[in-house]
């Protein structure tokens, strides 16, 4: 399974950024996918997760930090996770990762940085 990410970019506070993750290879029986985030010398954070369950929209979870501002969406056919992101602070500049956890394997994508200047 190959995970790839896009859509980072540089962004002043205040504006909007939607990232983009396409899962391709042996997909089958995903549980979920979702974005973490990693800033310098910090610890990798989940920003937010959807559940691939027979939920039309499909259940999420948000870190504290993005709710109301972050939206995560899929598209089932496609094998894709997005995210998008309004309202960003340059408290959100930070690498990027896409995640899908697959019958209990994690597979990451390879990041995308995101830029937010104040």
């Known amino acids: 399974v190959q995970l790839q990410a896009s859509g980072g970019g540089l962004v002043q506070a205040g504006g909007s950024l939607r990232l983009s993750c396409a899962a391709s290879?042996?997909?089958?029986?995903?549980?979920?996918m979702g974005w973490f985030r990693q800033a310098p010398e910090k610890q990798r954070e989940l920003v937010a997760l959807i559940m691939w369950d027979g939920n039309t929209d499909g259940n999420t979870n948000y870190a504290d930090s993005v709710a109301g501002r972050f939206t995560i969406s899929r598209d089932n056919a496609k094998n894709m996770v997005f995210l998008q992101m309004n309202s960003l602070k340059p408290e959100d500049t930070a690498t990027y990762y896409c995640s899908a956890l697959i019958h209990r394997a994690m597979y990451w994508g390879q990041g995308t940085l995101v830029t937010v200047s104040s």
């Open positions: 290879g042996t997909v089958f029986g995903i549980n979920n």
